[in-house]
């Protein structure tokens, strides 16, 4: 079992910054592929970036060139630092873990198995 908490969330004007943190605990941390996803008010839950247990990265189009999804394993933590945040970055955003001995990348939430409970990020224009 994998247990994930979210937290960094907040409200934040645009063109501003946050950081998001998902701690893991219950298992080894290291050979976790973990990714971020958001869900805005009546839309599905959507990619937003991944990482594997190498470090290897892959982003939506959306965020590219201003958000930076990364991991400590020392501390069994992944960061979500976003950058010039825009309105339409308004949703919760949640943490998502998988086990797998694999240094693959997943985008899609059907791929993880374990989930944090949320936090939500609002970016006013």
């Known amino acids: 079992q994998v247990q994930l908490v979210e937290s960094g969330g907040g409200l934040v004007q645009a063109g501003g910054s946050l950081r998001l943190s998902c701690a893991a605990s219950?298992?080894?941390?290291?050979?976790?592929?973990m990714g971020w996803f958001r869900q805005a008010p009546g839309k599905e839950r959507e990619f937003v970036a991944a990482?594997?247990?190498?470090?290897?990265?892959y982003y939506a189009e959306s965020v590219k060139g201003r958000f930076t999804i990364s991991r400590d394993n020392a501390r069994n933590t992944m960061y979500l630092q976003m950058n010039s945040l825009k309105p339409e970055d308004t949703a919760v955003y949640y943490c998502?873990?998988?086990?797998?001995?694999?240094?693959?990348?997943?985008?899609?939430?059907?791929?993880?198995?374990?989930w944090g409970q949320g936090t939500q990020v609002t970016v006013s224009s």
């Open positions: 998502a873990a998988e086990i797998s001995p694999l240094p693959t990348i997943k985008t899609l939430p059907s791929e993880y198995r374990y």
């Open positions: 219950g298992r080894t941390f290291s050979n976790t592929p």
């Open positions: 990482i594997n247990w190498s470090g290897s990265t």
